[in-house]
């Protein structure tokens, strides 16, 4: 149908160079052998109201991350976690950490993610999870109220979500009092190293206890972070269950075509039944908004997401997608990462990302939870 023979990349796309990387067969999920946890949700040693409140949610087996990094936690161990993105990292912590606020209200989360939308995802999560067990959060990301986030902050409160950067302006306002936070996550950690957060993970991570518990996530495990490994945590038990740098479940395709048609071929693929929930990448904002209107204009109902956008209508934009009133969702990277959006059924790489890891991260929206996916990147 859309498939092209495979050939040399461009000069200029030197982190594309092997082209083959990214046609790749899922995995039939029949194939593979399902993973057989040591735990249940309804034997782990948490509090009886936690455990109704995660069995309540759905969650009977954990994940292979789950299943190995919460009793650990429950340990009080500092935890080195690599996983694959969408295998439940994000309960794999809180779970955990909310039973150690249920038996001690003295103690203090920080939990920092390199995405406001992140952040939210966690605390909505964390929400879910803490409900009628009388523990609160304040969400603390930039692009939103600073004067709303310092109020809420004199509520009383055991969790504190957000970005590094709004969390070190509220410390230096003396908003936050890190010294009374015993405990840190860092998730997405090789994505803050990224986006240039490091100075601001160092100077907060200075001011927090030298006897923490800090538990640590993480897609890749790069020279840089193993530097920031032995750097901030304290003798960490190492817990990977990454299956490889990709989903098994996403089929990866590549479409060459000319730049010239290359608008027309995306909206008769959008067309196609099979095409029911679609996440469109491309490079810059303006190019995004751009093919969000162009799309809008052809009849496709269609959002967009990118820094040009404040946070009500980034997160309008992922309400729409997620609730299916919309079919598309054009987004820069600040989408690639740690958000959990159900049934996306393709992922289209329109304009090709920066590096390969941040391809794994874009795919990687699909074939989640188990399900299978198809991924397409255009090569022009």
Known sequence: MYRRQIRRSRPGQKQFRDISK????????????????????????????????????????????QDQAIPYILNNRDIVGIANTGTGKTAAFIIPLLNKVVNDRNQNVLIMTPTRELAIQINQELIKFAKDLNIFSVSTVGGMSISKQISDLQHRHNFIIGTPGRIKDLVKRNCIDLKRCQNVVLDESDRMLDMGFINDMRFLLSIMPKNRHTLFFSATLSSDIKNLIKEFLNNPVSISVKTGDTARGVDQDVVYVKDKIKFDLLHSLLTKDEFKKVLVFGRTKMGVEKLSKQLSNKGHRVESIHGNKNHSQRQRALSQFKENKSQILVATDVAARGLDIPDISHVINYELPSTYEDYIHRIGRTGRGGKTGKALTFID
């Open 22 to 65: 990214f046609i790749n067969k899922a995995s039939p999920i029949l194939d593979n052998k399902p993973y057989v946890s040591i735990n249940s949700f309804s034997s782990f040693a948490i509090s009886e109201t936690l455990k109704k409140n995660v069995i309540n949610a759905g969650y009977i087996h954990p994940t292979p991350i």
